[in-house]
């Protein structure tokens, strides 16, 4: 009944935000880089926001990790609406990356680790940024890594917390998981969502000291940093937008559905997620399985990536 009423409040939230997103134009407009046709309302993620400041009102959330995520939703939200300087978004992206990992240590000290954690969540958190362009793609992505962090024991605590954001999801989820999305999650979405996760994965290494955790986020990473290495490569301007990730060139070159490349993406990492917990095991630091790992995945995603783009980028790249 709890998790009921929860839905409900925050499907009224999503409900409420389609009505101001129409009044004031909060729409993404499709362009040369999109991958979508028509124009459809951004930044409903704001719900992610929302389920995090719930969690806090309940006392299941930390209050650093609940400013730092409405700190960095309402820079993102106001991005959404109106293009900012980036001086602003850095400066409160920093901002909020400090209090979650000032929440993350708390009676510890880092040291010369706090420099190293900055560079991880601030990355990811650009990288799931940059990965957010399909319909569903992001979502679904994120449910199965709140899934499977639920299942950890190292974050029983933060239970309530990785219910509320999935239950938040869930609502999004019915909105944007469809041939013609109803709303994008938007950069505060996909942003304070990233933050989230981060959080929660850089808290799981720092209580068992395994940084294999990080095999939770492989897909994406591999995507977006693959890319992010051939586009520098080109010598290119990565902070331009483009439609070079392998789920883009499957979408718009090879013609296979946003939904079908969506839950492609979050069944195969869920599935790499559950061998890694019960076939592996990440009770201790298995340095063969993750190299195999790596050695596999990397040249699949090179064949794979190599089949999905065009002709002319093959010749290139070749």
């Known amino acids: 009944m709890y998790y009921i009423i929860v839905f409900l409040l925050l499907l009224v939230a999503q409900l409420l935000y389609f009505i101001i997103a129409?009044?004031?134009?909060?729409?993404?407009?499709?362009?040369?880089?999109?991958?979508?046709?028509?124009?459809?309302?951004?930044?409903?993620?704001?719900?992610f926001v929302l389920a995090v400041l719930l969690a806090w009102i309940m006392g299941v959330a930390s209050w650093p990790l609940a400013l730092g995520i409405v700190l960095v939703g309402a820079v993102s939200m106001v991005?959404?609406?109106?293009?900012?300087?980036?001086?602003?978004?850095?400066?409160?992206?920093?901002?909020?990356?400090?209090?979650?990992?000032?929440?993350?240590?708390?009676?510890?000290?880092?040291?010369?680790?706090?420099?190293?954690l900055f560079f991880l969540l601030i990355g990811w958190t650009n990288l799931f940024n940059f990965m957010d362009g399909i319909n569903?793609?992001?979502?679904?992505?994120?449910?199965?890594?709140?899934?499977?962090?639920?299942?950890?024991?190292?974050?029983?605590?933060?239970?309530?917390?990785?219910?509320?954001?999935?239950?938040?999801?869930?609502?999004?989820?019915?909105?944007?998981?469809?041939?013609?999305?109803?709303?994008?999650?938007?950069?505060?979405?996909?942003?304070?969502?990233?933050?989230?996760?981060?959080?929660?994965?850089?808290?799981?290494?720092?209580?068992?000291?395994?940084?294999?955790?990080?095999?939770?986020f492989s897909l994406y990473g591999i995507d977006a940093c693959m890319t992010i290495f051939i586009r520098l490569s080109k010598k290119e301007n990565i902070f331009n937008p483009h439609r070079t990730h392998l789920y883009q060139y499957l979408a718009n070159e090879k013609g296979f559905s946003h939904l079908?490349?969506?839950f492609a993406y979050a069944g195969l990492q869920l599935l790499i997620n559950l061998v890694w917990i019960y076939g592996v095991g990440l009770s201790e630091i298995n340095w063969l399985a993750g190299l195999v790992f790596v050695a596999?995945?990397?040249?699949?995603?090179?064949?794979?990536?190599?089949?999905?783009?065009?002709?002319?980028?093959?010749?290139k790249t070749s």
């Open 22 to 47: 129409k009044k004031f134009s909060i729409i993404d407009k499709p362009n040369e880089r999109s991958s979508h046709t028509k124009p459809t309302i951004r930044g409903g993620g704001v719900i």
């Open 79 to 116: 991005d959404d609406i109106r293009p900012l300087h980036q001086l602003p978004r850095i400066s409160v992206h920093l901002l909020a990356t400090g209090l979650l990992i000032y929440d993350i240590s708390q009676g510890t000290s880092l040291g010369l680790w706090i420099p190293v």
């Open 136 to 216: 569903g793609i992001t979502v679904l992505y994120a449910l199965v890594a709140l899934i499977t962090f639920y299942q950890l024991p190292a974050l029983e605590g933060d239970q309530e917390l990785i219910a509320l954001v999935g239950i938040s999801s869930l609502v999004f989820a019915w909105f944007n998981v469809r041939k013609k999305a109803k709303t994008f999650a938007g950069d505060v979405g996909s942003i304070s969502m990233a933050m989230v996760l981060g959080y929660l994965m850089i808290k799981v290494i720092f209580i068992t000291q395994n940084p294999f955790y990080l095999f939770f």
């Open 260 to 262: 079908s490349i969506s």
């Open 296 to 315: 596999v995945l990397i040249p699949l995603y090179f064949v794979l990536r190599k089949f999905a783009q065009p002709a002319e980028n093959n010749l």
